[in-house]
Structures are given as structure tokens and as C-alpha cells.
């Protein structure tokens, strides 16, 4: 909402602010259930470039109620990405754009796959305590930097099927 200029010796100045809208939908598993606590967050879709990681700025965020409902309140007009928090042993399974005001939206939820990945050094031996990041393509906030364990494993459960970029730093 842009202000008006407000011309000097102007005691009061009245702003009317757009009513607010809602996203409402049902996050739900492969079998059609609801998935009861999932966080479900709402982002700008269209990132101003200027605002950098676009996701760590959500403009609403509520958990699931029974059946996997959720309701985003006080979102403006607009376009947004709808993110799905991983609720053990589920991930999402896109991240959809949905223009707010909506109501039936249906975000489902997949199983996880488990990423294990040694580290071992040149001579083929494991390496114990090696920083790891991993993550998969932008715009999902995935990365992630854990350590190898004695065996030189490390392990991430619930993790999105497909494409990953282990790295050892």
C-alpha cells in the first residue's frame, strides 16, 4: 500500500488498507488421508531479485488442523508458493503457486527417501567428523551441513527423491 504525499499543516491523513484474503486447502498423503501438524507456508511466487533466498520470508505460516486442513489468513492479492514442511515420513511433493483467495487447494505430501553417503579419503578409508553439505536444485531451501559420523556416514531422512549435490567442505 503506497501513502499518499500529505500536504504540511495536515493534522490527519485516513489510509484504507485492502481487506485481507486466505488461502484454504487440505495437505494429504499419497492415500488421500490428511496429514495432521504439517506447517504450510505462503511466499511471494515472483521473487524481487533484490530480496535474495525469497523462502526466508514467508508472508503466513500455519500447522494443519484434523484432516490435514489449513487455513493462511491475511495474505494479499496475489500469486504465492505454497511450502510443505516434511511431517515424518512425509515430504511434499511440489511446491505450487496458488493465487490467493483460494479454497480447495490440495497439497500432497510423498514418502521420503533416506540419504546416506560416505565420505572416504584417497587411500578409500572413512573419514570421521567431514562437514557435508547437500542440497538440490533452488529455489527449495534443502541445504544442509551436517558431520560424518566414526564410519564417515551421514545420514538425512525424509529427504525430496531425486537429484542431490553431496559436497564435502
Do not use: C
Not at 511466499?43 to 488442523?65: C, I, K, M, Q, R
Not at 496475489?78 to 479454497?103: F, Q
Amino acid at each position: 500500500v503506497s501513502v499518499p504525499s500529505i500536504a504540511r499543516g495536515t493534522r490527519s491523513k485516513t489510509v484504507e488498507l485492502p481487506a485481507a484474503v486466505a488461502i484454504e486447502g487440505r495437505v494429504v498423503g499419497p492415500d488421500g488421508e490428511g496429514v495432521d501438524g504439517a506447517r504450510v507456508s505462503a511466499f511471494v511466487s515472483e521473487p524481487d531479485s533484490a530480496a535474495g533466498e525469497w523462502w526466508t520470508n514467508a508472508h503466513g505460516s500455519t500447522l494443519t488442523g484434523d484432516g490435514g486442513h489449513f487455513r493462511l489468513r491475511t495474505l494479499a492479492r496475489e500469486s504465492y508458493a505454497l511450502a510443505t514442511d516434511p511431517v515424518a515420513p512425509w515430504i511434499a511433493a511440489a511446491m505450487p503457486n496458488v493465487r490467493a483467495p483460494s479454497r480447495g487447494v490440495i497439497l500432497r505430501m510423498v514418502p521420503g527417501v533416506t540419504l546416506r553417503v560416505q565420505v572416504l579419503d584417497p587411500q578409500g578409508m572413512p573419514v570421521s567428523g567431514a562437514r557435508v553439505t547437500v542440497g538440490v536444485n533452488r529455489p527449495d531451501p534443502g541445504w544442509r551441513l551436517d558431520p560424518t559420523d566414526p564410519d564417515g556416514y551421514f545420514t538425512i531422512p525424509e529427504w525430496r527423491p531425486g537429484r542431490v549435490a553431496p559436497i564435502v567442505v
